[in-house]
């Protein structure tokens, strides 16, 4: 829904790849639109430079990309536009391509480190691995 | 002719854009139309998830805030 003249806008981006981790990406956005996180956006318009969708991205307060591998499709859509994003990719998170079931459980445990201000993008490259994240967050 | 769309629910913001819109248009002296769109799905439809946004012959030139006068003017004319 387009947000009108407030401030502190949100958009998240999510690569949704082919594989497990791109899947699990997808949930995850969908799962913090759901929960008022922020507004949920579609990478693959960006990606085709419609401009409704670039404008948003540049007039957005924060944009978050969540991407699946190191690949980082959706963090390299913003830039390609002259868009810096909170960049999170699961794979740095502790995640391994190809031999992640998608569960809820998972896509809980990401969408918490995502939301937990403590676990911010830089630091999130240390999350979930070994199961702690080392950041202060839940993890 | 132009066509300038100012997209928004109708705030103070989305007037200010209006405003400074046709102001630039008008000193650019070109011939224009301006259309308010307020309907959410069709705001929705031209891929805007911020107000307001200014759309100039179909195409999304800002969003999510009030651009200058002379920026506008660039927008018009680009």
Redesign the interface.
């Given at each position: 829904?387009?947000?009108?003249?407030s401030g502190g806008?949100t958009?998240l981006y999510a690569c949704s790849g082919a594989a497990d981790l791109g899947e699990i990406s997808d949930m995850v956005a969908r799962r913090l639109r759901d929960e008022g996180f922020g507004?949920m956006?579609?990478l693959a318009?960006v990606g085709a430079e419609?401009?409704?969708?670039?404008?948003?991205a540049?007039?957005?307060d924060v944009n978050i990309t969540i991407d699946g591998c190191g690949t980082a499709c959706a963090r390299k859509n913003l830039e390609r536009i002259g868009v810096t994003p909170n960049s999170y990719i699961l794979t740095d998170m502790g995640l391994v391509k190809g031999e992640t079931p998608v569960t809820a459980k998972i896509v809980s445990e990401i969408c918490a480190k995502i939301k937990d201000p403590s676990c911010a993008p830089s630091q999130a490259a240390s999350a979930v691995k070994g199961g702690g994240c080392g950041c202060g967050c839940s993890g | 002719m132009k066509k300038i769309q100012i997209?928004?629910?109708g705030?103070?913001?989305?007037n200010k854009l209006q405003e400074i819109s046709e102001q630039a248009a008008k000193e650019l002296g070109i011939a224009y139309e301006v259309e308010k769109v307020k309907e959410?799905n069709k705001?929705?439809d031209?891929?805007?998830?911020?107000?307001?946004?200014l759309v100039v012959d179909g195409?999304?030139?800002?969003?999510?805030?009030v651009p200058s006068l002379e920026e506008v003017k660039k927008m018009i004319q680009e």
């Open positions: 829904m387009a947000d009108c003249c806008t958009l507004r956006t579609c318009a419609l401009s409704g969708f670039v404008q948003s540049k007039g957005a | 997209l928004g629910t705030c103070a913001k989305c959410l705001i929705m031209f891929g805007v998830m911020i107000t307001p946004a195409e999304v030139k800002v969003a999510g805030k």
